[in-house]
């Protein structure tokens, strides 16, 4: 995890009871995975005309396919 987590992990072991502490720490836990659970946004159906329109330009009759291509990989990446 991050300095922070650690910082944060050591100052609730330092000032919280034995008894205390285990669920402290899983509150701690269950917000920073929350924070580093992405929810994807893939592209508009207006974004991806945009993307078609300017591929075909530069590519044409293949142009669905690489709009398509491309947010796929942008998936791949995000997950």
């Avoid at 993307?51 to 990446?77: N, P, W």
Wanted: aromatic fraction near 8%; charge should be negative.
């Amino acid at each position: 995890m991050t300095t922070a987590y650690s910082r944060i992990d050591r100052f609730l072991r330092q000032n919280l009871n034995d008894k205390d502490y285990p669920a402290y720490k899983e509150e701690l836990d269950a917000i920073c995975q929350a924070k580093l659970q992405r929810t994807w946004v893939g592209l508009t159906d207006v974004e991806i005309e945009q993307a078609i329109e300017l591929i075909s330009m530069l590519h044409g009759d293949y142009a669905t396919e690489v709009a398509y291509a491309i947010e796929a990989k942008l998936k791949e990446k995000n997950t």
